[in-house]
């Protein structure tokens, strides 16, 4: 009995160790796209005076 109740408990440790290290493996781009909604205007890339999507350079 003692020993299943351990083994109960090393799962579940194993079990937030592995959710602890999908967490911390995240990287940023990961972060900022699941933050963002569909609709969200900052989801989209940006567009510069035309239209069309802006790589930074101006017009």
Known sequence: MAKQQISEQQQ????ARRE???????D??????????PDDPKA???RDA????????PV
């Open 12 to 15: 579940k440790t194993e079990r």
């Open 20 to 26: 602890q290290d999908v967490e911390r493996n995240q």
């Open 28 to 37: 940023f781009g990961d972060q900022a796209a699941s933050a963002r909604l």
């Open 44 to 46: 989209a890339a940006p």
């Open 50 to 57: 035309i239209g069309r999507p802006s790589t930074g350079e």
